[in-house]
DNA sequence: GTTGACATTGACGTTGCGTCAACCTCTACC
DNA sequence: GGTAGAGGTTGACGCAACGTCAATGTCAAC
């Protein structure tokens, strides 16, 4: 027996196109081809392609399913390697799910400016535990009615000073210069300034005390650490506080 | 402030090439651009490229996240759809998980022919209540030492033989023929004489009786009735086979 | 002036086909 | 034998979101 490819399509549930593309690629390549240039099925064919659409509905790939049907793999071993991948794909989605909920929620209780504005490098009442720690349990609300209280460009200009701060210890970092060199610590000058800027809610200057605990936040928090180039910057501007508080401060 | 192409990206932790793209389908043009084609951007586009990534870790598509950027849709709103998205994701892996795991379990258990091959239109044995009902409690592991018994050649002789008759019913009832008429009569004789061929597990020939339950089983199971083009089809082989139940058994 | 880093605009590759487009071929009917 | 209609063929584009060359211009620094 023999199908044209219309045919054999119809009787595996799928379409001609699929087929050429199958032929396309060696998958399942016609058993007959008329002078005509036409493709012509038998029922070899028909079994290889139900065989084929089964492992395709697992989702498993083309190539995966060429190696199976050339027998470079048996099934069992190729479905496995393929249910890791599921899992793997299933544990993504799931933090996925979970990231957006909780984006959700803190939208919905108005706290979208400190997750999604906030907190990149600017935000130092984020810091929970510490900030409580430091300045008191309720530092964190409050560092949320203060930000609130500005309008927006006054927070877009401060993260703008922020971003700026940041690249030029990059530059300085990236041409070689120590953190304790005197460009460096005049960068370092600009940051305090920057830092006081928060004092109404921090309840005062920075001091030397407080700058260091500032460095060592930014190394410890690879949050912080990503504003200033991860970990080795985040050291080179710790190394850059702790010169700057015990000559400055 | 102002930053080049590079220097934003690295900021950000993106890549130049994800910028040009965003400049290309207009998410995030460059704050300006010099005569010499360099692409600028200032604080203002920082923020928003900061805000657009944020919601590309979450999963949205790039045109959600224009929508979102241009006003048109709140960020909530968004997000709650994407949720959607993500729940019928999830489903469909769960899904896709317990039918591998059911295949890997099949195959080690040795049953994959009857996962695999047997079932699709020719193996009557797997349709467990109905077959225990009619031919006895053991039937259904009587028919798979049977099918195993034969060879990889008589296997696929009977399940091209099947699809050749399916083929034929199919071609009759395109033809606008009825299933009365004389040709497919024929085709119904056919058939009858390869369901007598698994007389070894249904102990016994076709009889009337038989033909008639083996009718109402292709319309009543979905699972047999795609093998004859579905529901219409597996109709039109049911009133096919009462009427030669009825006159030729 | 040269070098090296960085910029530009194409354009292809990825995954598995869907969907035209332009053009033959077979079957059936008059 | 002509014609219509169904069905066949080979391209080639499209999709999502960029990664990755390739060929070439530009800038900063020595």
Same mark, same amino acid.
């Given at each position: 027996?023999?199908?044209?490819?219309?045919?054999?399509?119809?009787?595996?549930?799928?379409?001609?196109?699929?087929?050429?593309?199958?032929?396309?690629?060696?998958?399942? !390549? +016609?058993?007959? !081809?008329?002078?005509? &240039?036409?493709?012509?099925?038998?029922?070899? /064919?028909? !079994?290889?392609?139900?065989?084929?659409?089964?492992?395709?509905?697992?989702?498993?790939?083309? +190539?995966?399913?060429?190696?199976?049907?050339?027998?470079?793999?048996?099934?069992?071993? @190729?479905?496995?390697?393929?249910?890791?991948?599921? /899992?793997?794909?299933?544990?993504?989605?799931?933090?996925?799910?979970?990231?957006?909920?909780?984006?959700?929620?803190?939208?919905? &209780?108005?706290?979208?400016?400190?997750?999604?504005?906030?907190?990149?490098?600017?935000?130092?009442?984020?810091?929970?535990?510490? !900030?409580?720690?430091?300045?008191?349990?309720?530092?964190?609300?409050?560092?949320?009615?203060?930000?609130?209280?500005?309008?927006?460009?006054?927070?877009?200009?401060?993260? @703008?000073?922020?971003?700026?701060?940041? #690249?030029?210890?990059?530059?300085?970092?990236?041409?070689?210069?120590? *953190?304790?060199?005197?460009?460096?610590?005049?960068?370092? @000058?600009?940051?305090?300034?920057?830092?006081?800027?928060? *004092?109404?809610?921090?309840?005062? @200057?920075?001091? /030397?005390?407080?700058?260091? &605990?500032?460095?060592?936040?930014?190394? &410890?928090? +690879?949050?912080? #650490?990503?504003?200033?180039?991860?970990?080795?910057? #985040?050291?080179?501007?710790?190394? *850059?506080?702790?010169?700057?508080?015990?000559?400055?401060?």
């Amino acid at each position: 027996m023999e199908w044209s490819i219309v045919e054999i399509a119809r009787l595996a549930g799928t379409t001609s196109r699929t087929l050429r593309h199958y032929g396309d690629v060696g998958l399942l !390549v +016609p058993s007959r !081809v008329g002078k005509n &240039g036409y493709r012509y099925y038998d029922e070899q /064919a028909l !079994v290889r392609l139900q065989r084929i659409l089964l492992l395709r509905e697992l989702g498993l790939g083309i +190539p995966a399913i060429v190696e199976v049907m050339d027998g470079q793999r048996d099934s069992a071993h @190729a479905l496995a390697i393929h249910l890791e991948w599921l /899992a793997k794909e299933k544990e993504r989605l799931d933090r996925q799910i979970a990231s957006v909920e909780l984006t959700i929620r803190n939208l919905e &209780g108005g706290k979208q400016l400190m997750a999604e504005q906030m907190f990149d490098g600017f935000d130092h009442t984020r810091y929970r535990d510490e !900030v409580e720690e430091t300045w008191g349990a309720d530092a964190y609300r409050k560092g949320e009615r203060w930000w609130k209280s500005k309008s927006k460009e006054e927070q877009r200009a401060y993260r @703008a000073q922020h971003a700026e701060i940041a #690249a030029d210890y990059q530059k300085a970092r990236d041409a070689g210069e120590s *953190a304790e060199s005197v460009s460096v610590q005049a960068i370092v @000058a600009r940051h305090v300034d920057w830092l006081n800027l928060t *004092a109404e809610i921090t309840g005062g @200057a920075i001091t /030397a005390q407080r700058l260091r &605990g500032y460095g060592d936040m930014y190394v &410890g928090d +690879p949050r912080f #650490a990503k504003n200033y180039g991860g970990l080795d910057g #985040a050291e080179f501007v710790r190394d *850059a506080f702790t010169h700057y508080a015990t000559n400055n401060l």
